[in-house]
């Protein structure tokens, strides 16, 4: 790996640390609902990012299936909880 790359991958790594640093704040300090679930979604992504950062770092294809799962179930986490939060139940 070159010196360019992995420097890169490494401010990508504290980037995303961040990301996600300041997502979990606005989970937890969120004033409403709907703050803590575009938090959630924030959250999950930046997880998704960090996972596919260390499968290029690690050279491992099981990091992209792990961050394929995160991703499937992040969407579904989050599309019940907006579906909770506008109609009052989640399955009708």
Request: proline residues 2%.
């Amino acid at each position: 790996m070159s010196p360019l790359l992995s420097w890169a991958l490494a401010f990508a790594l504290g980037c995303l640390a961040l990301a996600m640093a300041l997502s979990l704040a606005r989970m937890i300090l969120g004033p409403r609902a709907e703050d803590r679930v575009v938090a959630f979604d924030c959250l999950y992504m930046n997880t998704m990012l960090v996972v596919l950062t260390l499968g290029l770092i690690y050279r491992s294809s099981s990091y992209f299936e792990a961050a394929l799962l995160i991703a499937l179930f992040g969407f579904v986490g989050s599309t019940a909880m907006a579906k909770f939060l506008l109609r009052g139940e989640v399955i009708e």
